[in-house]
């Protein structure tokens, strides 16, 4: 059984920073990690995902705002968002394998 756990989320102000934590459990091979967001009436869209060989693609609407990074030896994916507008505000969620989904974090950006 696969399990996908997110942590991080919380409320900042504009301009702020905040780091998603993401850890995946189970006997798997992790190849694609990847975030996404819901934001309240819209649909849910890619922010950032890595492959196993380390490449990176981005969502415009983050490009220069965000890093995602990843550890393999503990399955762990991460987001360090910085100067974080409000509609970034959102419910985030990890992704392993496009198969695989977090339960969600909040994340909050006040103007």
């Known amino acids: 059984q696969v399990q996908v756990v997110e942590s991080g989320g919380g409320l900042v102000q504009a301009g702020g920073s905040l780091r998603l934590s993401c850890a995946a459990s189970?006997?798997?091979?992790?190849?694609?990690m990847a975030w996404y967001r819901q934001a309240p009436g819209k649909q849910r869209e890619l922010v950032a995902h890595t492959t196993t060989d380390g490449s990176t693609t981005y969502a415009e609407s983050v490009k220069g705002r965000c890093t995602i990074s990843r550890d393999n030896a503990k399955n762990a994916v991460y987001l360090q968002m910085n100067s974080l507008k409000p509609e970034d505000t959102a419910v985030y969620y990890c992704?392993?394998?496009?198969?695989?989904w977090g339960q969600g974090t909040q994340v909050t950006v006040s103007s």
């Open positions: 992704n392993i394998n496009i198969l695989f």
């Open positions: 189970g006997s798997f091979s992790i190849h694609v």
